[in-house]
């Protein structure tokens, strides 16, 4: 059974900073490309961040130079250090994971984030 749990998220002020941490299990993690996503009420889910098997990462326009993706295959986790946070970032934020030679793609529950003050 595949199972992607984050956790992490919650309440900061702007210009603040959150780690999201994602567990994932049942799958060959170092194999799949993983990312970060965010989806606000009444808008379509959006990519954050993916870094690949080979670690290649990529970022939303919105977030790079604030965000950070990073991944421990050991640990089977992938991790989104948000810093500088701006009350734009609140959203639930969702792990994916990802291998497209086989077909194969996972979703976590979601954790939400919410930038006040």
């Known amino acids: 059974q595949v199972q992607l749990v984050e956790s992490g998220g919650g309440l900061v002020q702007p210009g603040g900073s959150l780690r999201l941490s994602c567990a994932a299990s049942?799958?060959?993690?170092?194999?799949?490309?993983m990312g970060w996503y965010r989806q606000v009420p009444g808008k379509q889910r959006e990519l954050v961040a993916r870094?690949?098997?080979?670690?290649?990462?990529n970022y939303a326009d919105s977030v790079k130079g604030r965000f950070t993706i990073s991944r421990d295959n050991a640990e089977n986790t992938v991790y989104l250090q948000m810093n500088s946070l701006e009350p734009e970032d609140t959203a639930d934020y969702y792990c994916?994971?990802?291998?497209?030679?086989?077909?194969?793609?996972?979703w976590g529950q979601g954790t939400q984030v919410t930038v006040s003050s």
């Open positions: 870094i690949t098997s080979g670690r290649i990462r």
């Open positions: 049942g799958i060959a993690f170092s194999m799949y490309d």
């Open positions: 994916n994971a990802v291998r497209t030679s086989f077909g194969a793609e996972y």
